[in-house]
Every structure is written in C-alpha cells, then in structure tokens.
C-alpha cells in the first residue's frame, strides 16, 4: 500500500522521538497529545534533539529546518488522519482502545493502526476496532531517533498485508524491523525484565550501591546501567510494563516488580523527564 503521510499520537518521551524519526524520513507528520503542555514539551524536545545532531555535525542546519517544517502538531483527536497512525500513549489498555476507536471514526477504513506498546497485548488493542487487522505492534527502542531496533508485532488479527507493510515502513524510517510474536514484552522487553530487576535486588539485599551496580555493569559491556537506564526510560513506563508482564505471567516470581521503583513512583521520582529518579538530574 501507498504511505505518504503519518501521524504519532502521545508527544512524550517514545512519541516526539518516532515523529522526529518519520519527519528526517521525509513524511509529513501530525503529533497528537491529549496535554497542550506535553504537545508543547515534546516539540522542544525534538528541537534539542535535532540542534545536537547539528552541532555534531551529524545533520545540516536546512536538513533541521525542513524536519521540523514535516512536523505538524495538533491538539485535537478529530484532526488525527493519516495513511499510518503510530499510537504512543500511556501503556494502560482503556486508553489505547478508547483512543483507537476514535481514530478509526475519523480515519479510512484502510489506515494502518500501529502500536508501540512495551507490554501490552496487541490482539486486545485491536479486538473491537474497526478493521482489526490493520493494526500491529511497532516497538521502538528509547531514545527512538537513536536506536535502530524495532519490534514489528504480529497480533492474532493483524493481516499478513498489514505487517508487510509496517516493516517495510520501518526500514524507509532507517531502521531495523525484527519480526516478534504477540506474546507479553515480545522479546526485549521479556528478557531485559531481569537486568532491571535482578539489579534492584542486588542493592535491595545490600549487595552493591546503586552507582557500582551501573558502574560495574558498564564496565562489563552494558551500554547503561541498569539504573541509568530506569531512569531514562520513565521509572513509571518501566514499572508499568513490569507489571504488566507480572500479570501476563500468572504472577511468576521472576517478574515480581521492584521494590525500590515502586517507592520512587509513589514519590514521583520518575527519572530523568522529572529531573529525579534513581539519580539527580
Ligand atoms: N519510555 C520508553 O523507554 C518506552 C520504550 C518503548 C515503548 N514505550 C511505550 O511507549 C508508550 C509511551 O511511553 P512514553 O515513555 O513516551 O510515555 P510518556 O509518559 O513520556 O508520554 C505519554 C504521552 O501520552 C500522552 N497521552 C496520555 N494519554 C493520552 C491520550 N488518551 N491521548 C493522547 N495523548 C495521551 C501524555 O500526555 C504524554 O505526553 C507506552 O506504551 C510505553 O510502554 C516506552
């Protein structure tokens, strides 16, 4: 199928990265925040974003200006439409669904739909949209400009077209599609659980402080930190999807959220987007 335009909902930490990602790749593209605020932080942060990779001398100074030019923002879910809609909003399941719903009313029936929860089932995302297998999972990694790997999702309803079909997209935006399976976290997500958690339970058992953990863990050929990288990732996200796979696995020890990170969401410390979390920012 024919993709020329996309929009991004959600204009936070994972969706002002995707639109910056489909904007340098050359589509016009709405961002879409239910916050005018967050809409608004968002924008900045693709701002700052792109004048680094400037100053790096990574991209042009035009080649900013014209990414920004792509990058339309709008605060009104009815004014969301587009050949591809990259949902990047809080991981809880009614949001998604509510949101999804009303895209398709103001959307063709043949708009793809595409995901990017962490842990979320893509099956039930889709069950009770219209047209249920036009949408898929699209996992990126953070920070999304950065990271190469995306986890292309296939739900139970989600047509062979409709997968083809965001891969390929996935590899005009320069990135790396990987096939998953829907099954809780896919893969990454699965698998990375116990770096995180296994870490909290060593400084929890008083084993190692948080900064040797990451220390050490960096000195081994982690690129983070498991701690650094909580607190990039939104200590809220990452307890969320921890207990998201938690559930999905019948309550399996191994996936018994963190103790420490359940005490800094409580208090709001939830890294670096609100300038404290495991460290101080
Ligand atoms: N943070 C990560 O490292 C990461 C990595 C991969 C995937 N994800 C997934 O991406 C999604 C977003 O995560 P994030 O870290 O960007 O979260 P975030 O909290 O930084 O941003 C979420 C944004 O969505 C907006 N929002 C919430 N409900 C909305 C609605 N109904 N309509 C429109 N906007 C709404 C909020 O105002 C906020 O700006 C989640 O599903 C998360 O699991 C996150």
């Known amino acids: 199928m024919d993709i020329y335009s996309i929009a991004v909902c959600g ?82 399941m009614e949001a998604k669904t509510a949101l999804f719903t009303a895209l398709a009313a103001v959307n063709k029936p043949d708009t793809l739909f595409a995901t990017n929860t962490s842990s979320l089932s893509v099956s039930a995302i889709a069950a009770g949209i219209p047209h249920p297998e036009r949408l898929g999972g699209m996992h990126f990694f953070n920070p999304a400009p950065l990271m190469k790997l995306v986890e292309v999702v296939k739900g139970k309803q989600t047509s062979s077209e409709t997968w083809l079909a965001l891969h390929k997209l996935v590899e005009r935006f320069g990135k790396t599609a990987v096939s998953a399976m829907d099954a809780p976290g896919f893969i990454v997500n699965r698998v990375a659980r116990h770096y995180y958690l296994e870490a909290m339970q060593t ?44 559930e999905a696995f019948e309550r399996a020890p191994r996936f018994r959220p963190g103790r420490l990170q359940a005490e800094l969401v409580a208090k709001g410390q939830l890294g670096r987007k609100t300038g404290q979390g495991f460290y101080k920012y």
């Open 11 to 92: 204009a936070g930490t994972m969706g002002a990265g995707i639109a910056q990602v489909a904007a340098a790749a050359g589509f016009p593209t709405l961002l879409f925040d239910a916050q005018p605020a967050a809409l608004e932080k968002g924008l900045e942060l693709i701002r700052q974003n792109l004048s680094t990779a400037v100053e790096r001398g990574k991209i042009a100074p035009a080649n900013m200006e014209a990414t920004l030019a792509r990058i339309t923002p709008v605060n009104d879910v009815a004014l969301c439409m587009a050949d591809v809609i990259i949902e990047a909003i809080v991981e809880k």
């Open 203 to 246: 400084v929890d058992e008083g084993v190692a402080s948080i900064k040797a953990a990451d220390r050490l863990l960096e000195a081994a050929g982690f690129r983070m930190g498991p701690f650094a990288l909580m607190d990039l990732i939104g200590n809220d996200v990452n307890y969320a999807v921890t207990v998201s796979l938690y």
